[in-house]
């Protein structure tokens, strides 16, 4: 009741208007929406008393809301009257100051009562603008003052400031003990060994490619192998980066002699010139290697693939946070040094379609690689993809043992994986995680006696070395980072690259936001980063007791599953045996005894198992 308060609208403080305003839909029943005015009928008690069972307040012509507004203008009134009035001793700048800041709002705040955009600045003149400016600053205030130092957000505060203690090259030692609960379920280890092996360096290498196919004449496949480090720059387009982080990053890996992914934006001039190793990224848009309608070209790919720079070809054919989605890179976006590289006009939108147009079946993929591989002069070739539906995946394995033909390597990029930008739902609800995929590539190939032939990447939240260790663990051969090197670049993950105003100038194309990255500084990080978790890798190697990373198994790593049981990872992960996969399936998991059957080298349909035993090879499916 309006008495009850005994506080009329004027004086009523913000809650209890609220009160107010809830009392007076209670007394006007159910059918009253929020915000909608009863009948005046409705505003008296039953008994007919006349006795106004709403407040006063809620119809006062001037709500307790406009008092910020109103005391703007009381204050242009004081400050115009102050300088009228005032006696000299008193006049001075201080009216005017009162007089053009109480004036600014004034106007800030007609305005906001006259604009049909924001219902809560029409409501709340001039102070409505506070929620906007705390919005707009939530995420700094949680990250600096809220956050904890474990959540991840992608990545939590501590995983970041070791990648920054790392890139700077600062000690990375931590005092006193692990700050992680050792009996929380999830907690993983690496089991030590009684006898450390000593290593000379932690310039950890594999060799991708160069394993001949069964039967391969001499001097066809992959004929010049490429030496990785276990740890490279995972794929990030100019475009997405700005010219100096390309530049950094590329100079980086040159200092460091690890591998540079393009990204589907092609090659572009900025990592030319430090001539930092290549992995070139062909996405279905075919960007440097296209024609004017976007179809597959052999001669440009020829020309950019030949390049010394370029150690290994990989097609994408999707990636983790947008698996399923293409791009479209708006026409204003596509300045002269981006339409250089990618070779589309500039200034138009440069769309990547959802899929492939040079192939259709996974028969036509296997024959499009060794294209590719032969136009390359016969370099390492390859495909990244985020694991979907499996069939489509035993699709692919199937399609390599109809052809003899393989991949020299497979990047399988995680769900968890990041995007310059993607739609919500596909970051957060579409593909499969790392460990998941990783998991059934791995020991498919080892079922079907591929796995010498293929050597395996991937990708997703990779930062320190255990993270390394452990996927190495599950079968990885090498890792690719994104934004672990993005951190090294000096983002801060304030996730704005999608907006062209990221604050360290990594992500973004404005040229002045971009000086703010000096390259040769950031190279220094890059490689700094690169060997200190190289560095961390070989201690860890060397506690273990073995030579190289690649001897880590899912034997090595422990998991905690309760307060009082523990498993090793080779207990929990598939392992499928050498081969198994080539006989009957009745033993083997049931991804495979459920989608094997289904997958066909013909399609990546799903189809009848009866139908797929029928099909033969058809001769444009197997034509080179
Ligand atoms: C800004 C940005 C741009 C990316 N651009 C590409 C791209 O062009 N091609 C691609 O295959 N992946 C791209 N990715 C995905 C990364 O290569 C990587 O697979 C993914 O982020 C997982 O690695 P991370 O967790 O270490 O970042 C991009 C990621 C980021 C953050």
Redesign the pocket.
């Known amino acids: 009741m309006a008495g009850s308060g005994g506080v009329g609208a004027r004086g009523a403080p913000v809650g209890k208007e609220k009160t107010s305003q809830r009392q007076w839909r209670q007394a006007a029943g159910p059918g009253v929406a929020r915000g909608t005015r009863p009948a005046k009928s409705a505003l008296y008690d039953a008994a007919g008393s006349r006795r106004p069972i709403i407040p006063a307040s809620t119809f006062s012509p001037f709500p307790v809301r406009y008092t910020v507004l109103a005391l703007c203008a009381a204050g242009v009134a004081a400050g115009l009257g102050g300088l009228a009035l005032a006696p000299p001793a008193f006049a001075g700048p201080g009216w005017i100051a009162l007089a053009a800041v109480s004036g600014a709002l004034t106007i800030l705040g007609l305005r906001d009562l006259r604009q049909s955009r924001h219902a809560i600045l029409r409501n709340y003149p001039v102070v409505g603008h506070l929620r906007f400016l705390l919005e707009y600053v939530r995420p700094e205030l949680r990250q600096y003052f809220i956050e904890s130092d474990r959540e991840a957000a992608?990545f939590s505060r501590a995983q970041r400031s070791l990648v920054y203690q790392r890139a700077k090259g600062e000690p990375d030692n931590r005092p006193f003990g692990t700050q992680l609960d050792v009996g929380e379920t999830g907690y993983e280890w690496i089991n030590h060994s009684m006898q450390p092996s000593r290593l000379d360096g932690h310039d950890f290498r594999i060799v991708i490619g160069g394993v001949p196919a069964p039967g391969a004449a001499p001097g066809t496949g992959c004929t010049q192998p490429y030496s990785a480090s276990v740890f490279n720059i995972?794929?990030?387009?100019f475009g997405?980066?700005s010219a100096n982080a390309v530049l950094a990053l590329n100079k980086g890996a040159k200092l460091g002699g690890f591998a540079h992914?393009?990204?589907?934006?092609s090659i572009s001039r900025h990592h030319r010139v430090h001539g930092g190793d290549l992995i070139w990224?062909i996405?279905s848009g075919y960007f440097g290697c296209r024609e004017a309608d976007g179809r597959f070209s052999e001669s440009r790919f020829e020309e950019n693939a030949r390049d010394p720079q370029v150690k290994m070809i990989?097609i994408?054919l999707s990636?983790?946070?947008k698996p399923g989605h293409g791009g479209v890179l708006p026409g204003p976006k596509v300045t002269a040094e981006i339409a250089e590289a990618r070779g589309v006009p500039e200034g138009v939108d440069c769309i990547s379609p959802s899929g492939h147009g040079a192939f259709s079946t996974p028969v036509e993929m296997m024959h499009f690689i060794e294209r590719l591989r032969r136009l390359s002069g016969g370099k390492p070739t390859g495909f990244?993809f985020c694991l979907g539906h499996p069939w489509e995946w035993f699709a692919l394995v199937k399609a390599m043992q109809a052809t003899g033909i393989t991949p020299d390597f497979i990047?399988v990029?995680?769900a968890?994986?990041?995007?310059?930008a993607a739609p919500v739902e596909f970051i957060d609800h579409v593909g499969v995680p790392?460990q998941e995929g990783l998991l059934l590539v791995h020991n498919t190939l080892v079922g079907t006696n591929l796995r010498h032939r293929i050597a395996i990447g991937c990708?997703?939240?990779?930062?320190t070395a255990f993270d390394l260790a452990r996927v190495m663990a599950l079968g990885a051969d090498w890792c690719?980072?994104?934004?672990?090197?993005?951190l090294a670049l000096g983002c801060i993950q304030a996730q704005t690259?999608h907006t062209g105003f990221c604050p360290t100038g990594v992500?973004t194309q404005d040229p002045v936001r971009q000086r703010a990255l000096v390259v040769p500084d950031k190279a220094e990080r890059v490689r700094n980063f690169h060997r200190s978790t190289l560095h961390a890798l070989q201690e860890l190697v060397q506690a273990a007791g073995l030579a190289h990373p690649r001897q880590i198994t899912a034997h090595h790593i422990v998991r905690r599953i309760s307060a009082t049981e523990v498993r090793l990872l080779s207990n929990l992960v598939m392992q499928v045996a050498p081969g198994a996969l080539l006989g009957p399936l009745d033993d083997q998991h049931t991804v495979f005894r459920n989608y094997w059957p289904l997958a066909s080298a013909h399609s990546f349909q799903a189809v009848d198992p009866a139908a797929y035993a029928a099909a033969p090879v058809t001769e444009t499916e197997t034509a080179p």
Do not use: H, W, Y
């Open positions: 992608p995972s794929a990030m387009s997405s980066l992914d393009t990204g589907e934006g990224e996405g990989e994408k990636q983790g946070a990244k990047v990029d995680g968890e994986g990041g995007t310059g790392m990708a997703g939240k990779v930062i690719n980072a994104g934004r672990g090197f993005m690259c992500t």
